[in-house]
């Protein structure tokens, strides 16, 4: 399993935007790469997947605002996040997933407010 760092959260304006990055330990070739979220008092919940082959899914809360992306020669993945809202507020953490094992870092902040 690799082991995975992310980095750039930090406040934003209400409109504004941010770049989530996840940096792995090892290849990341094989796996599905995800960004998940955890707001306080609630669930952690899916914000965007993409394949090894660079398919994709996005909750619906974020469609037409975040975009995932991953490079697999720097074993890096990112999360382009645009007119950032209020209630995009919460720990967000990347996560590798293969054979139903997974991996997570350590989650990054991400606070969006006036």
């Known amino acids: 399993q690799v082991q995975l760092v992310e980095s750039g959260g930090g406040l934003v304006h209400p409109g504004g935007s941010l770049r989530l990055s996840c940096a792995a330990s090892?290849?990341?070739?094989?796996?599905?790469m995800a960004w998940y979220r955890q707001a306080p008092g609630k669930q952690r919940e899916l914000v965007a997947r993409?394949?090894?082959?660079?398919?994709?899914n996005y909750a619906d809360s974020v469609k037409g605002r975040f975009t995932i992306s991953r490079d697999n020669a720097k074993n890096t993945v990112s999360l382009q996040m645009n007119d950032l809202k209020p209630w995009d507020t919460a720990v967000y953490y990347c996560n590798a997933g293969r054979f139903g094992l997974d991996s997570w870092g350590q989650g990054t902040q991400v606070t969006v407010s006036s």
């Open positions: 090892g290849s990341i070739f094989f796996y599905v």
């Open positions: 993409i394949t090894n082959v660079g398919n994709t």
